[in-house]
Nanobody
Framework: QSQLVESGGGLVQPGGSLRLSCAASVFALNYYSIGWFRQAPGKEREGVSCITSSGGSTNYADSVKGRFTISRDNAKNTVYLQMNSLKPEDNAVYYC???????????????????WGRGTQVTVSS
């Protein structure tokens, strides 16, 4: 079971925006790279974006580049995913996870395999 809690999802029209939050209540999230993942109905879970512990390096899936921005506030023990220009294909349950860091870059592989939380549902529909 994940110790991270996702929030901020909801229903939004195409072209709209949402900001997701990933918070940790039990451990200090600031030591870890964090990744956002999503899973649409009938599809495999995919990596969306990640950020290193310092925030100095980020990465994005091609499908969200230029529309999504990942950030973190280590003082608040929270990582954010700002999603703009949302499209129906962004419909999914979004999850966050602590992920590996390799050579100062975040790698979209969870440190603890299979420990997914409840996620937060994002629905883009008119």
């Amino acid at each position: 079971q994940s110790q991270l809690v996702e929030s901020g999802g909801g229903l939004v029209q195409p072209g709209g925006s949402l900001r997701l939050s990933c918070a940790a209540s039990v451990f200090a999230l600031n030591y870890y790279s964090i990744g956002w993942f999503r899973q649409a109905p009938g599809k495999e879970r995919e990596g969306v974006s990640c950020i290193t512990s310092s925030g100095g390096s980020t990465n994005y899936a091609d499908s969200v580049k230029g529309r999504f921005t990942i950030s973190r506030d280590n003082a608040k023990n929270t990582v954010y995913l700002q999603m703009n220009s949302l499209k129906p294909e962004d419909n999914a349950v979004y999850y966050c996870q602590a992920i590996w860091t390799v050579q100062a870059m975040c790698v979209m592989t969870p440190i603890i395999a299979g420990a997914w939380g409840r996620g937060t549902q994002v629905t883009v529909s008119s």
